[in-house]
Nanobody, 122 residues
Framework: QVQLVESAGGLVQAGGSLRLSCAVSGSIISINDMGWYRQAPGEQRELVARISRGGRTNYADSVKGRFTISRDNAKNTVYLQMDSLKPEDTAVYYC????????????????WGQGTQVTVSS
């Protein structure tokens, strides 16, 4: 059983910073892509950032230059450093990890964290 445990989010003022982490545990052979999505009330879930096992990153245009994703493969943990936060960043943030279904497999199962609330006040 694979579990993803996210750190607590929080309430922060606009312009502030927050760091999220997500630790993966369980029967893991390896982890391919890891990343973060977010969902604001009444909105669809959107990709915030993702990072490959080798460190290649992708960001949503709305967070480029403000958010930084990183990972520690030894700890099976992904991080999201959020700087210059804006009220429109308010959402529930979900981490995910793509785990191979077997040794050497190119088929992956996506596992999700429980979600953590980030609220940015103006």
């Amino acid at each position: 059983q694979v579990q993803l445990v996210e750190s607590a989010g929080g309430l922060v003022q606009a312009g502030g910073s927050l760091r999220l982490s997500c630790a993966v545990s369980g029967s893991i052979i390896s982890i391919n892509d890891m990343g973060w999505y977010r969902q604001a009330p009444g909105e669809q879930r959107e990709l915030v950032a993702r990072i490959s096992r080798g460190g290649r990153t992708n960001y949503a245009d709305s967070v480029k230059g403000r958010f930084t994703i990183s990972r520690d493969n030894a700890k099976n943990t992904v991080y999201l450093q959020m700087d210059s936060l804006k009220p429109e960043d308010t959402a529930v943030y979900y981490c995910y990890s793509n785990v191979p279904v077997g040794p050497g497999s190119n088929v992956y199962t996506s596992y999700w964290g429980q979600g953590t609330q980030v609220t940015v006040s103006s």
